[in-house]
């Protein structure tokens, strides 16, 4: 889907690094998780 020029905001570095910030940590844990549950089956 292409999305119209007037659509796209304006980006906050700040805000872009927290949301990178959060992504590696959800990305950290799932694997985390996934390790656990090998060891405990």
């Given at each position: 889907m292409?999305?119209?020029?007037?659509?796209?905001?304006?980006?906050?570095?700040?805000?872009?690094?927290?949301?990178?910030?959060f992504?590696?940590?959800?990305?950290?844990?799932?694997l985390?998780?996934?390790?656990?549950?090998?060891?405990?089956?």
């Amino acid at each position: 889907m292409a999305m119209h020029p007037n659509d796209r905001r304006p980006v906050d570095p700040a805000h872009h690094g927290e949301q990178a910030c959060f992504v590696l940590v959800h990305r950290w844990s799932a694997l985390w998780l996934l390790e656990l549950c090998r060891e405990l089956s």
